[in-house]
């Protein structure tokens, strides 16, 4: 059976881009455009791993990510935070909740991605 993942990401170009080449390297891959359907569709269909931007309309990535800790199975999910911010203090929240890694836009390529998602599904 495929992992699953989800991608919460509010800009359409790069969430595409990341579920095009999740879909290449095997995976399902589901999508939410803000944090509050990322988090329903998170919950309702739990996936293996989750892929959230922070800054989102509706709801951001880090209230998402305390609502889903919240949760019996959303304690456990990993989650890997996909930013252009890099501040301390959000790396401290985000610490806090519990995540897997931290992977600042600018500084990755789509492999690098693939490679920390396969790390973390291990």
């Not at 359907?37 to 998402?64: A, F, H, R, Y």
């Amino acid at each position: 059976m495929n992992k699953k993942i989800i991608i919460i990401e509010d800009e359409l170009s790069l969430r595409s881009v990341l579920a095009e080449k999740l879909k290449s390297d095997g995976f399902e891959v589901l999508e939410a455009k803000n944090g509050q359907e990322g988090l329903e569709i998170s919950i309702s269909q739990k996936p293996d791993l989750i892929l959230l931007d922070i800054v989102m309309p509706k709801m951001d990535g880090l209230t998402m990510l305390e609502k889903l800790r919240e949760d019996s199975w959303g304690k456990k999910v990993p989650v890997i935070i996909l930013t252009n911010l890099s501040s301390g203090a959000e790396m401290s929240r985000s610490a806090e909740g519990g995540v897997s890694g931290y992977l600042v836009k600018t500084d990755w390529k789509l492999d690098d991605v693939v490679k920390k998602i396969k790390e973390t599904l291990k």
